[in-house]
Nanobody
Framework: VQLQASGGGLVQAGDSLGLSCIDSRRAFVNYDMGWFRQAPGKEREFVANINWSGETTYYADSVKGRFTISRDTAENTVYLQMNSLKPEDTAVYYC?????????????????WGRGTQVTVSS
C-alpha cells in the first residue's frame, strides 16, 4: 500500500485529532492531495484538498474553520488537523491523490486511495 492514513481514534466532542497520510514511495510529491471520509451507510464525501505546493487549500463547508490540511514534502506526508470535533465527524477518513483534472471535491477524480483510519467522536 502506497498511501497510509493514520492517527484516528475515539475522542469526545470538542476534542482535537491529527491525521497523517504518508506516501511511502515518494511518488506523489507533485500532485494535489485530498482527504475524504465515509460514514456508515453514507457515500464518501470530500473533506479537504491541498495543491502540490501546499499554497492552495479547499475545504468542505462542514469542516471549514475547524479542520486544517497541510503537507510536508520532505516527509512525504499530508496532514489533517481536526479541531472542535463533532459526533457527525465520525467516519473512516481516507487520503488520496488528485490524479485527474476534474473537480477537487469529486471522489472519482482521485486515485491511489490509502487505507482509511477510523475517527469516532462521542457526544
Amino acid at each position: 500500500v502506497q498511501l497510509q492514513a493514520s492517527g484516528g481514534g475515539l475522542v469526545q466532542a470538542g476534542d482535537s485529532l491529527g491525521l497523517s497520510c504518508i506516501d511511502s514511495r515518494r511518488a506523489f510529491v507533485n500532485y494535489d492531495m485530498g482527504w475524504f471520509r465515509q460514514a456508515p451507510g453514507k457515500e464518501r464525501e470530500f473533506v479537504a484538498n491541498i495543491n502540490w505546493s501546499g499554497e492552495t487549500t479547499y475545504y468542505a463547508d462542514s469542516v471549514k474553520g475547524r479542520f486544517t490540511i497541510s503537507r510536508d514534502t520532505a516527509e512525504n506526508t499530508v496532514y489533517l488537523q481536526m479541531n472542535s470535533l463533532k459526533p457527525e465527524d465520525t467516519a473512516v477518513y481516507y487520503c488520496a491523490v488528485h490524479r485527474y483534472s476534474g473537480s477537487y471535491y469529486l471522489p472519482d477524480e482521485y486515485d491511489y486511495w490509502g487505507r482509511g483510519t477510523q475517527v469516532t467522536v462521542s457526544s
